[in-house]
């Protein structure tokens, strides 16, 4: 069966500071893979996507960015945070060619001080 | 652009009773998905049903169902029998067939009154 991996689950940060966050996906092989921020009390805003390795696509401009090294592997990454980069991030898949639905992973809670 | 529509922030329900949560959506295609997803205080995103464009019938998992409303471009949630269990924030999401996006509403927060 399939699974996804998110770490770390919660993190502290202080701004100006840089950012990594690691999503994997096991028992799949090539699928689409997402990146969502859900800010508190509200909805789910897609900050990247990928079909395959090295293919990214940005969906809202921003200090973020997004790397797929591996197949299995989504990386979201800052150089420099900002307070508005708080909230909720959730990576997420689906596969590839399939109109199935996405599989979300637990979630990181980050916190920008 | 597609876009999903919940105008609905906060809703609530006597346990055992029975609660329908909308969603309207925006798009030019005539074939895609729609889904539901519930998100409890874990945080943890969970499927709840999901429903086919070209297919007329309406979906049902259990006590979930969903009206489907191609022409109105809508895509209701009724819970039946509400449980405590049931209390989450819900999601009406949008994929096109061929696209790789889910375009997400902002979110139905359900409260399940004892």
Redesign the interface.
């Known amino acids: 069966s399939q699974t996804i991996h998110q770490w770390p689950a919660t993190l502290v940060q202080p701004v100006g500071s840089p950012l990594s966050l690691e999503c994997t996906v096991e028992g799949t092989s090539n699928p689409?893979l997402?990146w969502y921020r859900q800010a508190a009390g509200?909805?789910?805003q897609?900050l990247f996507?990928s079909?395959g390795i090295g293919q990214i696509s940005s969906?809202v401009p921003q200090n973020l960015s997004a790397s797929r090294p591996q197949d299995r592997q989504f990386i979201l990454s800052s150089k420099k945070l900002l307070l508005s980069d708080s909230g909720?991030y959730?990576c997420?898949w689906?596969a590839q060619g399939a109109?199935n639905?996405?599989?979300?992973g637990?979630?990181t809670?980050l916190t920008v001080l | 652009a597609q876009t999903v529509t919940q105008s609905q922030p906060e809703m609530s329900v006597q346990e055992a009773e029975t609660v329908t949560l909308s969603c309207t959506y925006d798009t030019s295609e005539s074939d895609y998905y729609l889904f539901w997803y519930k998100q409890p205080p874990s945080r943890q995103m969970i499927l709840v049903i999901r429903q086919e464009a070209y297919k007329q019938q309406n979906a049902t998992e259990n006590r979930f169902s969903v009206n489907f409303q191609k022409a109105a471009k809508s895509f209701s949630l009724k819970i039946s029998d509400s449980q405590l269990g049931d209390a989450a924030m819900y999601f009406c999401a949008y994929r096109r067939r061929t696209g790789n996006q889910f375009y997400f509403g902002t979110g139905t927060s359900l409260t399940v009154i004892p």
């Open positions: 689409n997402y509200r909805g789910l897609l996507y079909i969906e909720f959730l997420a689906s109109v639905e996405q599989f979300f637990p979630g809670r």
